[in-house]
């Protein structure tokens, strides 16, 4: 299928320097808030890559639970392939692809567990299915039929049926701690609005980029 035609033109909406904030965090909450205030789908959604110990790359999407001035934080499967990958190689990208704005936002770190606290603090907000869902599944492992899951559903239900679900040992957070952050704004021509903030021991560099 030749795609070479399936094109679109970007808007002229453009992101100037000064425009930016000095802090990345600050940056990507307004952000965040537009997409928010936009009724974007899901703009918390972000693609993870990782890599194995055959340095083979691998993306997924994940969902951003809450972020700060410290990090990213996501949840999952601590026996789970990205865990096995972050465990051997911490060093890890998000994106964040808001199309319908014409923006993304690429961030490059190191993702390192939560504390358990944290992990539970979070654990007890979710709803009862979807804390029962961290127990039903082991994630990334080969499983005969969805019937499976089911029955185990069923089990961890009745198990379950009384009281708080606990947090379990193999489920928890991890907080991506960005090395560098990059706004993408598009432009028409393909002339696209790019910055990138690099750490720079306690402060931010601001670099922009050729599109």
Known sequence: MDLSEFR????????LRDELNADPLAQFEQWFSQAIELKLHEPNAMSLATVDENAMPLLRTVLLKYFDEQGFVFFTN?????????EKNPRVSLLFPWITLERQVIVQGRA???SSAESLRYFTSRPRESQLGAWVSSQSSVISS?????????ELKDKFSHGEIPLPSFWGGYRVVPETIEFWQGGPARLHDRFLYRR?????AIERLSP
């Open 8 to 15: 679109k033109e970007y808007s002229d909406r453009g992101l």
């Open 200 to 204: 720079d021991k306690e402060a931010w």
């Open 78 to 86: 601590y026996e789970s392939r990205k865990a096995s990958h972050i």
């Open 112 to 114: 390192e567990k939560i």
């Open 146 to 154: 969805r019937k499976f899951l089911m029955q185990k559903l069923a």
